[in-house]
């Protein structure tokens, strides 16, 4: 006997209808956990044992927190805020992740990691909430760093420039001026079409006051969003600022738009991330952090990418900030970051008290990424730059005990000095490409050797107005084109030794 494929499926159908008859229709069992122990930031819950790691909870006096930490009993517990949890409370899972708001209304706020104003403005009316961890993007769904960051500032731009979907660490020890070089790079985005988010984790309410009321009066607040976590905060919150930062800066590369995510700083998450592990009782390893340390900024470093033009091109650049103890980069988070970031930007707290500023150490920075996307005026002008300044600095050292010197090794030093006090520069005051074009070219031209090095000022502080006035056309042009053809430089070195006469004082005031 044979079965037609019309009776087989008959036959099926009616064997489903049957099993779905004995399907009784009910709402699945609440599952409820009982707080064990509470106290510090933290909770140690018992049951909810489908609860996933980092979904959300709910105690019963109100308070929320995440899980954390999954062991065989119990599940370690971070709390969002400073509510009172006691042991015995009820628990119940909600069924979803800690997310973010994420949008156009986020610009210009001040904001809690969750997402909660700070500021005076009212709610936010937020496109959707996203979860504030992700996955990064993967080899496929990235494309090669091409687009330059320009942060204004002469001798990032020069010697270690930085791409769009870069990762650029920024390290020193306290007080070398840090937060003034991811400010500055903020602050020149004024005029590009790239979002910051600035992410405070831990710092001082004065400091991030005056990072907020700097970006206010030199740069474009409504193209910033300020994420903050202060130090008065729950720990819970500190230790989410930076994935939140990351999620809402997420929001625009993913609609091809191009965002600068600054996180101040990484090491006091890693501090926030070994006390909640050590309050949990998780094994501690080297200065007692957690096995996991790496990972957890390298699964957040990793989200900074430029897409590929599938995915509309959008790119996320990263600028974490990490603090050194008297000048130690070979300490546990130090090494760490800098093995997960794309080159390091290392300040000196020797350079910063001789008056050097911004006080990179040139011979400890570099940009792995960077340079390739370099504006090429820039490329051009700064190709012996370093090399020029490095073997500068060591002839200084070693002739600081010779009384005298050939004329070749004095000139050399005396132009070394004029590289030092050009590429010195005031806080809050980035260049724009055309105008870093020109000081570059007056020290590649050697245009600079005969003035005297207390006049290197009043020609910083005169170059623009005068280039406005004399070679406005040829300022437009690197700015359009980002090169330098030779008319244009004829003309602008023309218009820069004009200048330096003006500057350079007669034989007469000379011998007065």
């Known amino acids: 006997m044979t079965i037609t494929l019309r009776e087989s499926l008959d036959l099926w159908l009616k064997a489903a209808e049957a099993r779905l008859a004995d399907v009784v229709l009910a709402p699945p069992p609440d599952q409820i956990g009982v707080v064990e122990q509470a106290g510090d930031g933290i909770a140690f819950v018992r049951g909810l044992p489908d609860l996933p790691l980092g979904a959300l909870m709910r105690f019963e006096s109100g308070a929320s927190g995440f899980a954390h930490a999954l062991d065989e009993d119990l599940i370690g517990c971070v709390l969002l805020d400073f509510d009172p949890v006691k042991a015995g409370e009820q628990v119940r ?48 769904e990235r494309d090669l760093v091409t687009q330059p960051l320009q942060t204004g500032i002469k001798l990032v731009d020069a010697l270690f420039a930085l791409g769009r979907g870069q990762r650029e660490l920024i390290i020193g020890d306290r007080e070398t001026g840090k937060t003034a070089i991811a400010v500055d790079a903020i602050i020149n985005q004024r005029n590009s079409d790239v979002i910051c988010i600035y992410v405070a984790v831990g710092q001082k309410s004065s400091t991030v006051r005056q990072v907020i009321d700097a970006v206010a009066a030199h740069g474009d607040p409504q193209r910033c969003i300020f994420v903050v976590a202060g130090p008065s905060t729950a720990p819970g919150l500190q230790w989410l600022a930076p994935y939140a930062g990351f999620a809402m800066a997420e929001y625009f590369r993913d609609q091809g738009g191009h965002a600068l995510v600054v996180v101040d700083d990484l090491s006091k998450h890693a501090a926030t991330h070994r006390e909640l592990s050590l309050l949990m009782r998780q094994p501690s390893g080297r200065e007692a952090y957690p096995g996991d340390v790496f990972h957890i900024h390298a699964r957040l470093l990793e989200r900074a990418a430029k897409l590929s033009a599938a995915l509309g091109g959008g790119t996320l650049t990263a600028l974490p900030i990490a603090q050194t103890e008297a000048g130690n980069l070979s300490a546990y988070i130090p090494t760490n970051l800098i093995s997960i970031t794309d080159g390091q930007i290392v300040l000196s707290a020797k350079l910063f008290g001789e008056g050097q500023k911004p006080a990179v150490d040139i011979g400890l920075s ?70 870093e074009a020109a000081e570059l070219l007056a020290l590649h031209d050697g245009l600079l050797d005969g003035l005297p090095l207390d006049r290197i000022e009043a020609f910083k502080h005169q170059l623009p107005a005068w280039l406005e006035q004399s070679c406005k056309g040829v300022l437009d042009r690197i700015e359009a084109e980002r090169t330098l053809d030779p008319s244009d430089r004829d003309r602008l070195r023309a218009a820069i030794e004009d200048l330096v006469k003006t500057l350079t004082p007669s034989a007469s005031q000379a011998s007065a």
Not at 101 to 111: F, Q, S, T, W
Not at 113 to 122: F, I, Q, S, V
């Open 93 to 140: 899972g909600l069924g979803g992740v800690v997310t973010t708001p994420v949008g156009e209304a986020l610009l210009g706020r001040i904001v809690d990691p969750l997402g909660r104003p700070l500021d005076e403005h009212g709610p936010i009316a937020a496109v959707r909430y996203d979860p504030v961890e992700r996955a990064a993007p993967g080899i496929i």
């Open 366 to 435: 570099v940009s792995r990424v960077g340079g390739k996307t370099q504006a090429p005026v820039l490329r051009e002008l700064a190709e012996t730059l370093r090399l020029d300044y490095a073997q500068f600095l060591e002839l200084e050292l070693f002739t600081r005990f010779s009384t005298t010197l050939d004329p070749r090794t004095q000139a050399q030093i005396e132009h070394g000095r004029r590289i030092r006090a050009v590429l010195t520069q005031a806080q809050y005051a980035p260049l724009s490409l055309a105008h």
